[in-house]
Structures are given as structure tokens and as C-alpha cells.
């Protein structure tokens, strides 16, 4: 089976280094699926949890990211992630507490009809998404 190699890199550690049979992630433009021998490429990427498909399985990894950068070539796929954690990394527990944490405050600021305090409803939509990614990864149930 065809495969490309996938290096995912956080400014604290390695965190993934492997051949896989595909990735599918969510990018500033939308949903990408990358097979080997993929077209080059550089993207950003949004908080969500990244799909791995390894070789020769129906398995699937996930991964938690952040945001940050992909870079696609033929051979190889580079992600630059602000924070990556793979699931038995993850705390469930701290996750869903920054989840009930940014929920929260995003309905307090709908509540005041805020509207000069875009920037901490962006922070708090943002922190939501990483924890969204989290329960993801780890499989959590959450509403
Ligand atoms: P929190 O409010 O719980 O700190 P956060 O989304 O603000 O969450 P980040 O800024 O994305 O946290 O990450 C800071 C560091 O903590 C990173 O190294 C990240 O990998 C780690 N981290 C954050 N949440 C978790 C978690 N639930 N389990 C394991 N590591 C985590």
C-alpha cells in the first residue's frame, strides 16, 4: 500500500512521526483529505482533532492540534502545530473543564449583548474550539 510520511511538531516536543495511509484535516479552507503523493501544498489549520489512516487497517488515530501550518509534498506532510497532543496525552477532565469554562462565557456575552468586546468572544470561541478538539480526540461525549 501506498503511504507518506506524517511529522506533526509543537514548539515543546515531536509529537507524531510515522507512515500513514492518509490524513484528513480541517484547514482555513475547509476540509482536506491527503493521499500519498499529494499535490505540494501550505495551509493554515483550525482547532480540531486531525483523522489518521494508517496502512493495511480500518484504524484511525486522532490527534488534538490547535491551529497552525501544514506543508504537503508528494513524499511528505509537515505539520506545525501551536499545541498537538496525541489522545492518551490529553487530560479529559481539564478539557472539559475549559470547555464548560468558554461555553459560559460566550452566553454571558450574548446575555450583555456585548458588542465592543470582540476580542475576548473571539478568545472564548477560539478556547471553545481547542476544547472541542480535545473531546474529540479523546472520543468524549460533550453538547
Ligand atoms: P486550559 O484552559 O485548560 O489551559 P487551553 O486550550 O487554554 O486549555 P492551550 O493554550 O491550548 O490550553 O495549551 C497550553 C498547554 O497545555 C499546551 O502545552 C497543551 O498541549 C496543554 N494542554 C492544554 N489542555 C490540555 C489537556 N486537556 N490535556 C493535556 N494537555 C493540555
Redesign the pocket.
Known amino acids: 500500500m501506498a503511504t507518506i510520511r506524517l511529522e506533526i511538531v509543537?514548539p515543546?516536543s515531536s509529537v507524531y512521526d510515522a507512515d500513514i495511509a492518509m490524513l484528513i484535516v480541517r484547514s482555513t479552507g475547509g476540509e482536506l483529505g491527503i493521499l500519498p503523493h499529494h499535490a505540494p501544498l501550505v495551509t493554515g489549520l483550525i482547532p480540531h482533532a486531525m483523522r489518521i489512516k494508517l496502512p493495511d487497517t480500518e484504524e484511525e488515530t486522532l490527534i488534538a492540534v490547535?491551529g497552525g501550518f501544514m506543508e504537503v509534498t508528494p513524499e511528505k506532510i509537515t505539520v506545525i502545530a501551536?499545541?498537538?497532543?496525541v489522545p492518551d496525552?490529553?487530560?479529559?477532565n481539564?478539557?472539559k473543564?475549559?470547555y464548560e469554562?468558554a461555553k459560559e462565557r460566550i452566553a454571558a456575552f450574548h446575555q450583555n449583548g456585548d458588542t465592543d468586546k470582540d476580542f475576548d468572544m473571539k478568545r472564548a470561541e477560539l478556547?471553545l474550539a481547542?476544547?472541542k478538539a480535545?473531546l474529540m480526540a479523546t472520543r468524549t461525549v460533550f453538547d
Do not use: P
Open positions: 509543537s515543546d490547535s501551536s499545541t498537538a497532543e496525552s490529553i487530560d479529559v481539564r478539557a473543564e475549559a469554562r478556547a481547542r476544547a480535545r
